[in-house]
């Protein structure tokens, strides 16, 4: 079934984003039905483990080198012994779930105060969930609960989002 942001994905991104997005690449994070409905404590979750290419990637892309993701021999030397994920790479996981899975395709991530709790070492499974907390009494905005945790259950990364949600949502939501 093609969604609203397939055709809009179609439409604006011919190009290599656009085949990403409609082959469903997206970290794994697309659902093949939107929610019609929010309710209070309603989560989703997604996992991945970040490669040393991925890491090297976002480096790239970012312009953040730093050692401590990308030279095992230097992150030696530190307190986590080997190289750590990117703590936005993490992020970018609940992005891709508060954007694709819930509140889903056309909310927008409007605040976020975030902790970073512990390293992800690279090449280790990352949990990444989103939890409804509340819902703005007159605006199409949701609060959740967001986290990340390794693959022994340790948080991550903790805090809190607030995106900005389909009027339809929100009117069937509250």
């Not at 404590?41 to 976002?58: R, Y």
Request: charged share 20%; with cysteine; net charge neutral.
């Amino acid at each position: 079934h093609i969604t609203m942001a397939h055709a809009a994905a179609k439409r604006l991104f011919p190009s290599r984003i656009g085949q990403i997005y409609r082959a469903g690449r997206c970290m794994g994070t697309i659902l093949p039905n939107q929610p019609t409905k929010l309710t209070l404590g309603q989560s989703v979750e997604v996992t991945k483990t970040f490669t040393p290419d991925d890491v090297a990637n976002f480096a790239e892309l970012s312009g953040d080198c730093n050692p401590l993701h990308l030279d095992a021999d230097y992150a030696a030397k530190t307190m986590f012994k080997k190289p750590i994920v990117h703590g936005v790479l993490m992020n970018g996981l609940l992005s891709g779930l508060l954007g694709a899975q819930l509140p889903g395709e056309g909310s927008i991530f409007l605040w976020q105060d975030i902790a970073f709790k512990a390293p992800l070492f690279v090449g280790s499974p990352c949990t990444a969930r989103a939890q409804v907390l509340e819902f703005h009494q007159t605006k199409p905005i949701v609060t959740m609960k967001i986290e990340c945790l390794d693959g022994d259950g340790q948080v991550l990364m903790e805090g809190s989002a607030k995106a900005m949600i389909r009027q339809e949502l929100y009117d069937a939501s509250i």
